[in-house]
Structures are given as structure tokens and as C-alpha cells.
């Protein structure tokens, strides 16, 4: 060794640094990389994504790779750190050599590599990936007899190197992820996106139309009644029932019946004929399923029923889809049934509006976790028929009842104002 120039030595000490660099960069950058990108640019035919992908279908390999190497060249620095120190210094640049070979490799090899890597983690790990392929074909029976003994240690603690890697997100994690989008996705978009991921959480009596609203066609009424009724309906289709909406015979398809009344074949008899088997909906089905009911079924409107098989409520596409992509209309007060705002910036609101609807519409946050409408929201919180004038406070929100009758809260005021200006002086505090 005393004859080896002592450029040489210095020279070959600083490729083993650089080497030594390379391997920390590879490994922070490889473990680094998003695997839902990886596995888009390796679709794609990225032949550097390719390459690192199938590097990370074994980490094990690929650690035990990167280590192998890394530790080599580390050990060679610091033997050649030594040969330097002895020719320079004497014994007593040892400990010298060994002092400044650690802050070198601790700011050259270790931490500038490494930060660049998680900053830039694509940028270097596709091209380390042509050289670590061939590298690993090269080392494949050191590489393989050191990770036979390591995964054997693991083994010992029950942790197998051949269980793939969990990379799937949970909704929650999914929904961080299109929360964090920023401006890569619009913000519309992003609330749709977020209103699938929520539709798992909503059952069909959320959303239905209640039975008392129901909009249907009696064939025991007069036919004039009837005639004026699908003349003026804003509904495409409509349940036809006898006496009551218990007893649905079907649901007609408007234009079928405008059919018959331009021929003037317009009958009971005729209506009857042309109506389609109701299709009904148990209570409790989460939207999402029933999403999928529709589609198999070819279906677009249903009858809630609950387990007795009494008709609660009806339920449509349209309104699973406004769930996902919000109303068809920009004026949201208009499109909540008589919610009128007030000049003290209140609001009076039906007592049988929907609670996410309101919630939706009027971008509020009243509590949905019990009843539907607002009438049974303030009768669960008061827990008796309120007079009118009676105030309350419902999840920050200030109440005032406006009308009852003997049984339901028909219009009350809500305060959304005085909320906001609570929630910002407990934020002075």
C-alpha cells in the first residue's frame, strides 16, 4: 500500500464518497416515491418507472442492494481515510482522519443527498433505477444470501419479507388526499368527489321525498282532477294508487299519459294499461347501493318502504345525483321549499324542510345524525309541542318558533348571522 501515490488515494477516497452519496440518494429516493405516480408513469411506459417498480416489487432485495453497497463504500472511505492520515499525520491523525471522515459523510453522503431525494424523489430515482437493475443482477448472490439471513431473523418475529406491501387508502385517507389537491383539482370537483365518498354514510330517507309530499295520481278520483293533474305536473313520472298511496298500483311515465290525452283515450282503464310496476326500497339502503340498484334495474324512481312493507317515502335518481353534483339550480334559497330571508339577515324556514338539504343549500351545519326534517330536529330538542315565540339554541344556531300547529313546528326563524359572530368572538378568546 505504501506505494500506491498518494493522489491516488485521495482521489479514489473521493469517488467512494460519491459513491457513498449515490447509494444514500437511491434509497431515500426510492422509498420516497408516490406509488400511485409510480404506477401511472409505469402505465404509461416510462421505461424508468418500469425499472423502479420492479425494484420496489421486492424492497427487501432492493434495501439489501443499496445497504450492501452503501456499507462497502463507507468502510473503504474510511480505510483509505486512515492510509491518508497515517502518510500525512502519523498515528495521531487517526482519530483526525476519523473526525473529519464522519462530518464529510454526514453532510456529503448522508444529508445533502438524502434531502435532495425526498424533495426531487422521481428525478432520482428513475435514472438510479438503470443502474441499480443491472447492479442487482451483478450482486444477486451476495444480495440473495444476505436477505436469506435476514429474513430469517424476521421470521423468528412472525414478519414474512413476502407479504406485498399495503398501499391502499382507506375513504378517510382519500378524502385527505382530495382535501390536499389544492389547485390540481377544482374545488367544485373536489366536493363532488367528497360527496361520493360520503354517499356510503347517507340512506335513502336522507334524501326522500316524505309521504305526505308524495305527488300521485288517484284513479278513484274524478278524471277531470286527474286530467288537470298530468297537465300540469312538473314530475316526468308519478305513482298511481287507489284510495291512498299504500295501495300503488304502478308508476306512468308522463309522456305515455300525454299520449292518451291527445287521442282522447284518456280513461282509468287506459292509465292502468300503461302503468309499470312500482319498484320499492327498503329503508336504510345507503345511496351508493342504491345507485347501483337503479342502474341494474333500469330504474330512475322507487318507493321507500320500511319493514312492514308501509310506504315511507319515495326516493329518485335525480336526487341521488344532486347528492353528488348539488341542485340544478344557482339560487339556492329558491330551491329550498319556503326558506325566505329576512332583512335582519334571519331566515324563515319551512318546519318540514330537509335538514341536509338546508344544510347543503344554505351551507349551515345542523346536526343529521337524528331526524330528517327541521319540524322533528326542534321536537326532539324541546321535547313537547313549542308556543310560538319560544327561542332555542340548536348546534350554535339561535331558533325562534313562528307557527305551530297541534302536532308539528310549521315555520320557525333561524339566526345564522348570530352564529358566525359567536364562533368569531370564542376565536378572540
Known amino acids: 500500500m505504501d506505494d500506491i501515490p498518494l493522489s491516488a488515494l485521495v482521489t479514489t477516497l473521493i469517488l467512494m464518497i460519491v459513491l457513498s452519496a449515490f ?37 427487501d432485495r432492493l434495501i439489501g442492494l443499496i445497504l ?21 499525520l502519523g498515528e495521531a491523525g487517526i482519530a483526525i482522519a476519523t473526525g473529519l471522515l464522519t462530518i464529510v459523510i454526514l453532510i456529503f453522503a448522508e444529508v445533502t443527498p438524502k434531502t435532495l431525494a425526498v424533495l426531487h424523489p422521481e428525478r432520482i430515482a428513475f435514472p438510479v433505477a438503470y443502474i441499480l437493475t443491472p447492479l442487482l443482477k451483478l450482486m444477486y448472490p451476495i444480495v440473495w444470501l444476505t436477505n436469506g439471513i435476514a429474513n430469517s431473523l424476521l421470521r423468528l418475529f412472525g414478519v414474512s419479507a413476502n407479504e406485498p406491501a399495503m398501499h391502499q387508502l382507506s375513504r378517510e385517507e382519500l378524502r385527505s388526499v382530495v382535501n390536499e389537491a389544492g389547485a390540481l383539482i377544482p374545488r367544485r370537483h373536489q366536493r363532488m368527489l367528497l360527496s361520493i365518498l360520503d354517499l356510503e354514510n347517507v340512506t335513502v330517507e336522507d334524501i326522500m321525498i316524505p309521504r305526505n309530499e308524495i305527488v300521485g295520481i288517484d284513479l278513484d278520483g274524478d278524471v277531470d282532477e286527474i286530467l288537470r293533474l298530468l297537465s300540469t305536473s312538473q314530475h316526468t313520472r308519478l305513482p298511481v294508487y287507489r ?21 282522447g283515450n284518456l280513461t282509468k282503464e287506459s292509465l292502468t294499461q300503461i302503468t309499470r310496476e312500482a319498484y320499492f326500497v327498503p329503508e336504510g339502503t345507503p345511496l ?25 317515502g319515495l326516493v329518485t ?85 313562528i307557527q305551530t300547529s297541534s302536532s308539528t313546528v310549521k315555520t320557525a326563524k333561524i339566526y345564522p348571522g348570530l352564529r358566525r359572530q359567536a364562533a368569531k368572538a370564542k376565536d378572540w378568546q
Open 23 to 59: 447509494f444514500s440518494a437511491s434509497e431515500t429516493a426510492m422509498m420516497s416515491l408516490n406509488r400511485y405516480r409510480l404506477r401511472h408513469h409505469a402505465k404509461a411506459r416510462h421505461r424508468g418507472a418500469m425499472l423502479a417498480s420492479a425494484l420496489l416489487a421486492r424492497p
Open 68 to 88: 450492501l453497497g452503501n456499507n462497502f463504500v463507507n468502510i473503504a472511505a474510511s480505510a483509505l481515510s486512515t492510509l491518508i492520515a497515517l502518510r500525512l
Open 243 to 263: 284510495e291512498n298511496i299504500d295501495n300503488v298500483v304502478g308508476i306512468i311515465h308522463l309522456r305515455n299519459a300525454l299520449h292518451l290525452i291527445a287521442s
Open 288 to 312: 351508493n347501493t342504491q345507485l347501483l340498484n337503479f342502474q341494474r334495474q333500469k330504474r330512475r324512481i322507487g318507493l321507500v318502504v320500511d319493514e312492514y312493507g308501509d310506504i315511507l
Open 317 to 401: 335518481l335525480e336526487d341521488i345525483l344532486e347528492e353528488i353534483v348539488g341542485e340544478f339550480t344557482t339560487d339556492a334559497a329558491a330551491t329550498v321549499r319556503d326558506v325566505h330571508q329576512q332583512d335582519d339577515g334571519s331566515f324563515l324556514v319551512d318546519g318540514s324542510s330537509n335538514i341536509r338539504e338546508l344544510n347543503r343549500l344554505m351551507e349551515w351545519e345542523l346536526p343529521t345524525d337524528g331526524p330528517k326534517t327541521l319540524n322533528g330536529l326542534i321536537l326532539e330538542h324541546m321535547e313537547s309541542i313549542p308556543e310560538p315565540g319560544t327561542s332555542l339554541m340548536i348546534a350554535g344556531y339561535p331558533i325562534e318558533i
